[in-house]
């Protein structure tokens, strides 16, 4: 049976634009919220975000075909340099044909239409990129990434807004697992922190109006939660055919055990209150993978921060995993680095990599006054040591998507994959 392992890994985000800086970051409950600076936020009733900071594209891209690319492409492309870096992996004519791309983003080049609106009714029709297409189309972050390193196997990109991320893993695992490629490019982009696209998050009631203390407005499962802070940034993860990784010598950092699939059909913004969307997910991941309640070790949840969102995955999580759910370790990145949208599945889950590589669980930042609805264990405000060998990652998206993955640790012998959840003492 083949199985999907994980060998390089890349990211820019809003606390640091590498891999060591942002868990170095994480660990320690750095928030990367501040005002904006992307655009003249004055006007706007919310004025915080989550931006990524002193990232050039010059540095990975000529800057010609930079000045092309939407900044969400830019960013993928530069975390896939990081991640093919650090697998020790190179494109070549021998082995494109045998190397595929699946890298998601929500919203792609939206701001770059929106700049282009505002050229087309201020300057004419003549001040319109002929590139505008080939940078705005849904396809351009993976389609890029493709053209920038050559690969010539199987290339997908979907749109499942908040869990695109998430399911580009599952997409590219199961490419691997169907034979159909050695090595898939895998990850999620967003960069859509632009006036319009904004304005209309902020009208939504989606952001959480804190702007008296950003660093402190992100707090998922508090009780005084009122909404997300608007993230940007990108995670590639390098996923790999555990044969082909030890033919060339690879270091495995971990495995995808699995995923699942399902929808709420309730409504386009809000979760279904009683989680059976989500809890769904949650559930069908298990049985694909063969696993029980009590072999889950450790939870990176969707927690967005909302009042909403976070009681329905609290029940999803309880209703499905029953009292193991009160002994699991549960932590909200979007505590430290926003909601990154496309990008936040495929960044939490490089974050629960890192987690089981190093035997310590990412705290959630901000966690203040207990909610009486949300009573599970979320590892508030301190990094916590914990060994663990099976880690869920939860994504849940504008729409009624909900995309549920598995991640383990590796073991030779595949025991990682079959661990009974009791590493630390928990029954």
């Not at 021998?94 to 998601?104: H, L």
């Not at 902020?202 to 707090?219: E, F, H, I, T, Y």
């Amino acid at each position: 049976m083949t199985r999907v392992v994980i060998t390089g890994l890349g990211a820019i985000t809003p606390i640091g634009n590498d891999v060591d800086t942002f868990w170095e970051n994480m660990k320690a409950g750095v928030s990367g919220a501040d005002y904006i600076s992307a655009f003249d936020a004055s006007d706007y009733n919310i004025q915080i975000a989550c931006e990524v900071k002193g990232f050039d594209p010059g540095d990975w891209i000529d800057k010609k075909t930079a000045k092309r690319l939407a900044r969400s492409t830019q960013m993928a492309i530069a975390t896939t340099h990081q991640a093919l870096k650090d697998a020790n992996f190179k494109v070549t004519e021998e082995n494109a044909k045998r190397v595929g791309i699946v890298i998601n983003s929500g919203g792609g080049g939206l701001p770059v239409m929106e700049e282009a609106t505002h050229k087309l009714l201020s300057s004419g029709p003549r001040s319109v990129s002929p590139f505008l297409i080939t940078s705005i189309m849904m396809n351009a972050v993976s389609s890029m990434v493709s053209i920038e390193f050559g690969t010539m196997g199987p290339l997908n990109s979907s749109a499942l807004a908040c869990a695109s991320g998430n399911y580009a893993l599952l997409d590219a695992y199961h490419i691997i697992k169907r034979g159909e490629a050695d090595v898939v490019i895998s990850g999620g982009a967003e960069a859509a922190i632009s006036p319009v696209i904004f304005a209309s998050f902020a009208r939504m009631g989606a952001l959480s109006p804190n702007n008296m203390d950003p660093k402190r407005a992100s707090r998922p499962f508090d009780k005084d939660r009122d909404g997300f802070v608007f993230g940007e940034g990108a995670a590639t993860l390098i996923l790999e055919s555990e044969e082909h990784a030890k033919a060339r010598g690879a270091t495995i950092y971990g495995e995808i055990l699995g995923g699942s699939l399902t929808s709420d059909g309730h409504h386009v913004t809000a979760p279904k209150p009683d989680g059976s969307g989500s809890g769904e997910a949650i559930k069908r991941a298990l049985e694909y993978c063969g696993k029980k309640p009590e072999d889950v070790d450790v939870i990176f949840a969707h927690a967005t921060s909302t009042p909403l969102g976070d009681t329905a995955e609290t029940v999803a999580l309880k209703n499905v995993l029953g009292e193991r759910a009160y002994q699991i370790p549960i932590t909200g990145t979007k505590s430290l680095v926003g909601h990154m949208l496309g990008a936040a599945g495929a960044v939490a889950a490089l974050a629960a990599v890192k987690s089981m590589q190093e035997g310590i669980v990412s705290p959630t930042i901000n966690y203040e006054t207990p909610d009486p609805e949300c009573d599970l264990d979320y590892v508030p405000n301190e990094a916590r040591p914990y060994k663990a060998d099976l880690a869920l990652v939860n994504a849940f998206g504008f729409g009624g998507h909900n995309c549920v993955i598995a991640v383990g640790s590796y073991h030779e012998n595949g025991t990682g994959q079959n661990g009974t959840g009791h590493k630390n003492g928990a029954a």
